[in-house]
């Protein structure tokens, strides 16, 4: 990449940019602002806030992709589900709300399920009800015990 800025560093060198690439790439890449501060490049592991690789976020990618939850990021959302999550953080609720319901769509709560993918329960079957797969929407919805805890929780 040095290779495409100008002889101070500091900027784009246009001329270089135009040689090499189309002019709708050229204007993509002028977009991108050059740091102030140089720093030196390093691998980054991008399944990480870090960068950094551990074998326990390969270990969870391997979940994710062998439980069929890996999803490419996207921008956009054409199911306008971008819509519907805007409105549920901006909610007037506690925050441990928002991230209670943000677990639940996502089926990340600790969960009898989540427990036995992982090997720290024997079985997967909700123990309060002892008849379904404890998921985070059976435990919170369809499980017959599931009002009884809804009411007892807002008793607190």
């Known amino acids: 990449m040095s290779e495409l800025l100008d002889l101070e ?6 001329d270089k940019l135009i040689d090499v690439f189309n ?3 050229v204007e ?3 977009k991108i602002k050059i740091p102030a501060r140089r720093m030196e490049d390093f691998i980054a592991w ?30 956009s959302a054409p199911d306008g589900s971008r819509k519907l999550w805007s409105r549920i953080w ?9 991230v209670f319901i943000w677990k639940l769509a996502r089926d ?10 992982i090997h720290l329960a024997a079985n997967d079957i909700y ?10 929407y059976h435990a ?17």
């Open 9 to 14: 560093g500091n900027d784009w060198d246009f």
């Open 23 to 25: 002019p709708a790439d």
């Open 28 to 30: 993509e890449i002028a």
């Open 46 to 75: 991008h399944w990480e806030k870090t960068g950094l690789f551990t074998v326990r976020s390969a270990y969870n990618l391997a979940l994710r992709i062998k439980q069929g939850q890996f999803a490419t990021s996207s921008s």
């Open 90 to 98: 901006s909610g007037k609720v506690p925050p441990k709300v928002n």
């Open 108 to 117: 990340i709560l600790p969960t009898q399920r989540a427990k036995n993918i």
């Open 127 to 136: 123990p309060l009800c002892n008849r379904e797969p404890g998921a985070s």
């Open 140 to 156: 919170t919805v369809t499980c017959p015990r599931a009002p009884g805890l809804r009411q007892a929780m807002r008793e607190l």
